[in-house]
């Protein structure tokens, strides 16, 4: 029986973006945190201090730029290479069947990886 995954091509889709780019280190996402924090209290001190709305619509336009930096930056440092595990364990949850699955041997198989290449292909043995 072979074991039918799609876990193993997303893991190594994963093992590229990470080579080609980098998870972000705890500096970043920790200075990410810091920029969102001044952010949310630059906001804060301009709603107290009663400024046109315009001025503080602009800034909340880039608060909202800096926590969407800062989810995505969390997002890319969870990414971990290799098929997903829990406990041990392969976690198929994320899988096309959502557990684990196996094709079985047969003829029948054989004669349809031949079909793709050639026009007629006959079996004489009894298929279920």
């Given at each position: ?47 107290s ?14 608060l ?18 290799g ?46």
């Open positions: 029986m072979f074991q039918v995954t799609t876990l193993i091509g997303d893991a190594e889709k994963v093992e590229k973006e990470l080579i080609k780019n980098p998870p972000p280190s705890k500096a970043d996402i920790e200075a990410a945190k810091a920029l969102v924090k001044e952010k949310e209290e630059a906001v804060a001190q301009l709603k201090a009663k400024v046109g709305k315009a001025e503080i619509t602009a800034f909340v336009a880039e909202n730029k800096a926590k969407e930096n800062l989810s995505r930056l969390e997002e890319r440092s969870k990414l971990k290479p098929i997903p595990q829990k406990d041990g364990k392969i976690h198929y949850s994320q899988d096309i069947f959502a557990r684990q699955a196996f094709l079985t041997v047969s003829g029948q198989l054989q004669v349809e990886t031949y079909a793709c290449a050639v026009c007629s292909v006959y079996t004489f043995e009894p298929t279920f």
